[in-house]
């Protein structure tokens, strides 16, 4: 390889001219490096056919806004430069990539730990240097860097005072400059969609929930790179302008320089017919399906009402998989497989899979049900298998089936049924055998709970009087032991005052601090008898609801055929008491015979 004479010329990119010499000599970019001799910066503006000097280093003061986001206005530098083979520094080895924002609008030099950085004379103009030539080897003019640069540099070198040396890659940031602003495109956001993983036909919304948005278009701001060269930014585009158009009644608008804001004025479920949004609370449809029109969950919170009627003979108004919640659902046709439901109020004049869920915080009216129901009254005409949970059920005909409640009625019981209830079982004839009609307390849901919480109620309060009553019994057994020593203190202020004195005033703290802890004594033991009042209310409570079985029923205005059992069971000992009957038997319930239950049947 013949030895590298340097070259000194000028140059107007630095970039090319390096790759050009490191190519004519067949040599690594990287074994080329320069010294930076002068520099000269030019501008053009708008029609000039000249360049124009630009005197002093910092060009960014000499520039005015106009003339900085000016697509007009042209920059460019010149340099003095020798190109020369590359020597090492003596003391300075800084080992450092470039990195840029995303908005463009900072230049960091990320300083490797592997650098050799000395706390010498002279060092911060050393890495002035090295950054200057890593941003013109990268095409960036130099006289547009940030005037804190000296600043980062010197807090760069006190972290090394301090730790010796870089630990981890340390970030300068090296320049800052004038990014573009983008402009914004005007867009109509759409508040009221859920979102990817929601799935329903509807969207349901509250009363004063932002439902639709307009986006103002807005101009952007042309920016100015560290190349000198202008970032030119379009025009907005204006797509929706007047695309939306709103029912007044239902939506109402506010805006401000952003954007145009809609609202609902009622609940209900977003729709838009003719071009014209609208909060709408009814919708009718022929049928319901994965397919057509996936599940409908608007929540049963919003004033909506589903009508699904199906003409079609023979294919379900519910298909399979659907899930609905509105608040109010009328369904005329077969309501299919693995469905589920959820409503405030339910009627469906068909029937029900008995892999359907149902689950109604008021009433429920079916006409035909297989599957499992929960509500709070039902009133069924054909329960044929399926499963109800209810506070009161009505039923004309009962086929197999369970159900729990805390009273029941049927018109016609068939075979193999279940009705467990917490109150009444009303039968108006028996058809059937197989039967189990159960008064079960303790199977009630809500009977349930209520048991269990009186359960939990008194044992935490047995185990805090328990605590607090020997805790008081220790105290009033040490106040005991002062009584001699207060009645002394009382004597002792008695007789001062009785004798024209002053009480000596240690007498007097200490009476008064006696005085105090028998207060707070007595406080709480008054609060210890208030807690086992509260227990024995809560026991009387308890034995109440062991009591439940007790005040049962179960009613027939037919005739029994000994062929369907009626249980009562002791929700306390689960202890159960059944009986057969046959005939005329219009009541039945369990009555107390000293300490034991007994079968009462009422002819």
Known sequence: MSEFTPVTKASTSIKDDLRFAASDRKLPVEQIDFDLLSYETYYKKGEDEEWHHMGGDNILTQITQEEL??????????????????????????????????????????????????????????????????????????????????VRINRLLITIQKSGSLKVPYDLIIAKFFPAIEPVDDAIILHYKKGDKNKSLIEGIEAGALILEYIFPKQGRNGRGLDGAPIIVSEPTVKYAGAIKVDDTTIRSEHDDKSTRYYAIVSGFIKREQGVFSVANELQLESVSMKKTGSIEAGIDKDIFLAVNQKIFNEDAVGMGVHIDVQKVDIDGIVGENTKIRAEELSIAAQTHRKSDIDVSEAATIQLHRGNLKAKEANIDILEGGRVEADIVHINKMLGGEVIARKVYVDVLYSHARITALESIEINSIEGEGGTLSIDPFSVGAYHEKILEAQNSIKELEVELIERSHELRDRQNVFKNKNARIKQFQKRVIDAKQGGLEPMKADVVRLKQYQKEAYELNETASKIREKEGYLEALCNKLDKLYAADLHGEVICHGSYNGLNRVVFMDPKTRQEYAVLPVGKVKRIGLELYGEKKKILQEH
């Open 69 to 150: 986001y000016s697509s007009d206005f042209l920059l460019s530098q010149e340099y003095q430069i020798t190109i020369r083979s590359f020597v090492p520094h003596p003391y300075l080895d800084l080992h450092f990539s470039v990195a840029m924002s995303r908005s463009k609008g900072l230049v960091t030099a990320i300083i490797d730990p592997s650098s050799i950085i000395p706390l010498k004379k002279g060092v911060k103009e050393w890495i002035k240097e090295a950054i200057n030539k890593k941003m013109l080897r990268l095409g960036f003019m130099i006289g547009m860097a940030d005037e804190e640069l000296d």
